[in-house]
């Protein structure tokens, strides 16, 4: 008989006996998981705003030069603003960020951030046409993917694209949407600093992370194996029992911050019960890794007296898009916080 020869069911009855028996084994440390996402949090403008700026967006401003800047100005193009593209964020280009900023609504102060950014991209992929896709040529020709700027998002563009993805950790699709973006324009892959933000983590005695599973036995996907194993360079495994089981997945470096930001910008010791692994709902960001549930803060648990509410707001601060917790359907024992895919 195998191992895991079927997919433990989600009952309630099921979900406190694993929580009772691994909290006599290790107590709070050992951050049990609880019922996957039930529902998915809308995102507001404010909290859009929040997560393309905790996708580390270049800012970009009068003075600036090099391929950003180019970008910019093709995707300015593509927005209907008419400029020569030069590589130099000169006053021309400063009246017509303006203009855009404007056009959407935006603080017209002529500086381009996460704001901005958020409306001048545009989801491309293979067929697409036009500035925008010479943007993202530009950006893949400076970061040694060999293609041509000629606004053509071809089949041999889609491939030189998820070399870029495939080199930055990201899901390797072909597609350039926001994350991928964000990836380009930063200058280096967007993994660059997933190991070290492990190893910060690990370094945190008062981050505990679960070493068990309340669904089942599987070490190396507890929520401290996934950090270990990002640490060493490898992607965070799934659990043999999930949707996805037996999956290697990158953890986002944002969701990795914000993680690390919760002890050392807000003060809070922490209990993590499941990053990439356990059992959640189809879709869960979890899988995606970028999420992590919260079961324990400053030694108390979620839903016993625990300042969930304070942490769940600094989870939003730090660019999280989906925060649940006591009071959403499936979340009445942790926090959960997840960063946009």
Known sequence: MSAFPTRPRRTAARLLAGIVAVGALTGPAASLAA??????????????????AAAGWPTLKAGSKGTGVTALQYLLNSRGQSLTVDGAFGPTTTAKVKAFQKSQHLAADGIVGAGTWSKLVTTLRSGANGPAVKAAQTLLKARGQAVAVDGA?????????????????????????????????????????????A????????????TVHPGGKHAGSTARQNIIDTANGKGALTSPWGDKPNRRVALDPRMLNGLLKLRTQYGYRLSVSEIVGGDHSGNSRHYAGIAFDITHINGRHVGSGAPHKQLMAACKKLGAQ????PGDAGHSRHVHCGWSR
């Open 199 to 210: 190893k910060q983590i690990l370094a945190q005695k008062q981050i505990a992370l679960a």
């Open 153 to 197: 998002f071809t089949a041999a563009v889609a491939d030189r694209v998820k070399a870029f993805q495939k080199s930055a950790g990201l899901a390797a699709d072909g597609v350039v949407g926001a994350r991928t973006w964000a990836a380009l324009l930063n200058g280096t892959p967007s993994g660059g600093n997933r190991a070290a933000l």
């Open 322 to 325: 989906e925060v649940l917790g």
């Open 35 to 52: 019922a996957g996402e039930l529902r998915t949090a809308v995102p507001t403008t404010a909290k859009r705003s929040a997560r393309y």
